[in-house]
């Protein structure tokens, strides 16, 4: 099985993950939101650190380019079908990439992602939302340490500062949340 390879963690980059219901988490928020609202989702990444130092919450994900993100839905595909069909919401372009890995069953990952890379920008143009990595929009968060209570916590605080959680537990590159904001 193809392991996908982590993006290198950057400060400035490009970023909407296209998700199935399947993956949201359920949210019950603990209130009303205390203080400002974070500026945008590095802010509201930095103060959960802040609120849960015992949690280990690390950026383990940051914006990508078209070509970072293409290569990391490629790998996903070509490595679990399944998977990649249960992560991305049913779109033109999800269909579209699926249909062409299919298709393509000696492709290098090379040929893959350049593929992929055409389908996003197509897919972009026409106003579609492939990833919020792209708008720099998301965070690929570690999952809090502390067991079901402690995440339970931190789920319901980033729901209550206007965050969207999705836990990619079974992510072929590893367990993590994906943070929308």
Same mark, same amino acid.
């Given at each position: ?20 219901? /399947?993956? $949201?988490? &359920?949210?019950?928020? =603990?209130?009303?939101?205390?203080? !400002?609202?974070?500026?945008?989702? %590095? *802010? ?46 049913? /779109?033109? $372009?999800? &269909?579209?990439?699926? =249909?062409?890995?299919?298709?393509? !069953?000696?492709?290098?990952?090379? %040929? *893959? ?69």
């Amino acid at each position: 099985m193809t392991r996908i390879q982590p993006e290198p963690i950057v400060s400035s980059s490009t970023g909407a993950h296209g998700h199935s219901v /399947a993956h $949201h988490e &359920t949210h019950h928020a =603990h209130g009303p939101s205390v203080g !400002p609202r974070p500026v945008n989702v %590095e *802010a509201l990444i930095l103060q959960i650190q802040r609120e849960f130092p015992h949690a280990g919450v690390r950026i383990t994900g940051r914006g990508r380019t078209v070509q970072r993100q293409a290569e990391l839905m490629a790998q996903r595909r070509r490595a679990n079908r399944h998977q990649f069909l249960g992560v991305y919401r049913p /779109a033109p $372009h999800i &269909t579209e990439m699926d =249909h062409w890995v299919t298709g393509h !069953p000696n492709a290098s990952t090379a %040929e *893959a992602t350049a593929a992929f890379v055409e389908i996003i920008e197509r897919a972009r143009a026409r106003g579609a939302m492939v990833s919020n990595h792209l708008s720099d929009r998301a965070r690929d968060v570690s999952i809090p340490l502390g067991g079901h209570i402690v995440q339970n916590h931190v789920r319901q605080r980033l729901r209550g500062l206007g965050a969207h959680v999705i836990d990619e537990h079974d992510a072929v590159g590893g367990p993590h949340w994906h943070v929308d904001y």
